[in-house]
């Protein structure tokens, strides 16, 4: 038979402060009854005498000395034999547990080589069965202890935990699994701190974390875990708030039962922000939001707000599946209570829900907007120190004018892009076009192309709205340099005829004598014959323009000139 002890060298420190040696033997340890504990013991190899033999102090941290390693597997195995038998003695438990998570605090001190093969050494061994036995037990001092080593292994390895509860689902009911068996001590601890239902609480977050979660090609942890999770556990995490909120209160409402419910929040508000259609299945199903919202009635503000908090992550994911279901079950309407009830105290709850309407609002959650007012405007009309519910009022008219007028809102979208393309001018805009062009813009046998018919790239793309602008300052300043000049006293009025055309420019003609029109020199409307015919200006805006008197026959002259240069196309049509 192979001996599986393990060969060890003993060292005493003296007096003078230097290591003796004792003698090399074999270490093994055992409950000593004289020692009232778990020792280390060490017989010679060469005669069996006793050369060690010294009680374990849990409050004593064991180092490794160099590469020397010393507790082996048969020890293991029988610590953990004795951990579970019911026949072990109370006090005998507690030494054996607390040895066993001084064991593993020791572990923190080991290079990452050696801590993989400890807790891999652990694992084989049967420490997590050997845990959910103690877990189960009455002793307080016995499960802290336990849930002290299962941190431990968590925070090393959460998947081998998960990996193990997964495995026994398949043998074991779901009320003795391992992590049905934390959330039932989370949610039971009796310490008026809930210090104990803290570290759970930390340990769970620990477990459906899927930042912490293997992928492989053959299977994804995440899936596995989660649909498990959900599966088997999510029921006994969300009893104690099933069973509180029946009413439209909570049924109790003491300090303890705040506290864990907050805590019961603060896991499931992870699970909205990290898990995805797992989480959106089970609170539609169950319908889980609402019975959170009964919480906003709490007498304890930071339950209420843990409530609120909840609601917010949902909001935050704008999700039209929650939207919908928030919408369809009018779970504004608690919040709403809430708001109003506070009154104007300006403090953590007025803060909180003004800072999720503003969310909506400048996220711009149409489905959200449009059911808010329809549906509680008159109850918030009426505050104005702040301006996000007219904000939200506002966003509810201009979707509603969006709605009724889809042009404006094609529009608005164009011009958020920065992108316009023209389309075909009208008549209007040919003609006005044909006005401003100048001689120079005409090449000499080219046609002038029409800026409509030009490829354009987004640089060359203006603004509608200034271009707009910009063509109506263009008109008023034509209109001023062509105003009329009939202030000048003692002159005959000229007669003039206006020719309207379809579009908007005016032609001004005066006429001559020579016209064979009716009246005669010296009758009113008609003109002497030593005035000099006068060039019709048209314009775009209305009437307006220039006539030439009797005594201004130097400035006639010149206009004669400027005349003879105009264009053809552009020189002014005269009435005969």
């Known amino acids: 038979m192979t001996d599986t002890r393990r060969r060890v060298k003993v060292y005493t420190l003296n007096e003078d402060r230097q290591w003796d040696d004792q003698g090399t033997g074999h270490v093994s340890s055992g409950y000593v009854e004289r020692l009232k504990g778990m020792s280390l013991l060490v017989r010679a190899e060469s005669d069996g005498s006793l050369l060690l033999e010294c009680k374990i102090n849990p409050n004593t941290v064991y180092q490794k000395q160099q590469d020397t390693l010393i507790k082996d597997e048969k020890f293991l ?79 090393y390895n959460p998947s081998m935990v998960r990996e193990f509860v997964m495995q026994e689902a398949q043998q074991n009911d779901d009320d003795i699994l391992l992590i049905n068996l934390i959330i039932e001590h989370m949610i039971c601890d009796t310490d008026p701190e809930h210090g104990g239902a803290v570290q759970l609480m930390g340990l769970l977050r620990t477990l459906v974390d899927p930042e ?124 709403v209570k809430a708001f109003l009830n506070n009154g104007s105290r300006y403090n953590l709850m007025n803060s909180a ?61 164009i011009l958020r892009n920065h992108r316009y393309r023209r389309d075909a001018r009208t008549t209007e805009d040919e003609e006005e076009m044909w006005f401003n062009t100048d001689e120079d813009d005409m090449e000499d046998g080219e046609a002038v192309v029409s800026p409509s018919d030009k490829t354009k790239n987004d640089d060359d793309i203006i603004d509608p709205i200034s271009k707009f602008m910009e063509r109506k300052k263009l008109k008023e300043s034509e209109e001023k340099e062509v105003l009329l000049k009939t202030n000048l006293s003692g002159q005959q009025s000229p007669s003039f005829k206006l020719s309207l055309s379809s579009g908007t420019k005016t032609t001004l003609s005066s006429q001559s004598p020579a016209t064979n029109l009716p009246g005669s020199p010296g009758s009113p409307g008609s003109i002497p014959e030593n005035t000099s015919q006068t060039a019709a200006i048209t314009t775009k805006g209305g009437l307006v323009g220039l006539v030439d008197y009797p005594d201004e026959e130097d400035d006639e002259d010149e206009d004669e000139d400027k005349e003879d240069t105009l264009p053809l196309s552009k020189k002014a049509k005269f009435e005969s």
């Not at 699970?271 to 169950?286: A, D, P, Q, R, S």
């Not at 449009?370 to 979707?399: C, S």
């Open 77 to 155: 195995t029988d610590l953990f034999a004795q951990l579970t038998d019911e026949a072990t003695d109370e006090e005998k438990r507690q030494e054996l547990v607390n040895f066993l998570k001084e064991f593993c605090a020791f572990s923190q001190t080991l290079q990452p080589q050696n801590r993989d093969a400890f807790f891999k050494t652990l694992s084989n061994m049967g420490i997590l069965p050997a845990l959910e036995v103690i877990l189960g037990m009455d002793d307080t001092q016995v499960r802290s202890a336990a849930t002290d080593i299962l941190s431990y292994l968590v925070e």
């Open 212 to 335: 912490n979660m293997l992928a492989t090609a053959n299977k994804t942890e995440k899936t596995e875990f989660l649909g498990f999770f959900y599966k088997h556990c999510m029921h006994v995490l969300t009893a104690p708030l099933l069973a509180n909120t029946t009413e439209d209160k909570p049924s109790k409402d003491d300090f303890q039962t705040a506290q864990l419910l907050a805590l019961v929040l603060e896991l499931l508000t992870f699970c909205v922000e990290h898990h995805t259609y797992h989480i959106k299945n089970y609170i539609i199903n169950k319908d889980i939001l609402r019975r959170v919202l009964v919480l906003m009635a709490s007498k304890h503000a930071f339950l209420a707000l843990c409530a609120l908090r909840f609601k917010r992550k949902i909001i935050g994911l704008k999700d039209e599946f929650y939207n919908r279901y928030i919408m369809k079950s009018f779970l504004f309407e608690p919040v």
């Open 353 to 413: 829900i003004i800072e999720m309407f503003e969310f909506i609002r400048v996220e711009d959650i149409k489905s959200l907007i449009d059911h808010v007012i329809e549906i509680y405007w008159k109850a918030l009309e009426d505050v104005d120190y702040v301006q996000t519910f007219k904000g939200l009022k506002l966003r509810f008219e201009q979707q509603r004018e969006r709605q009724d007028n889809p042009k404006l809102d094609s529009m608005r979208s």
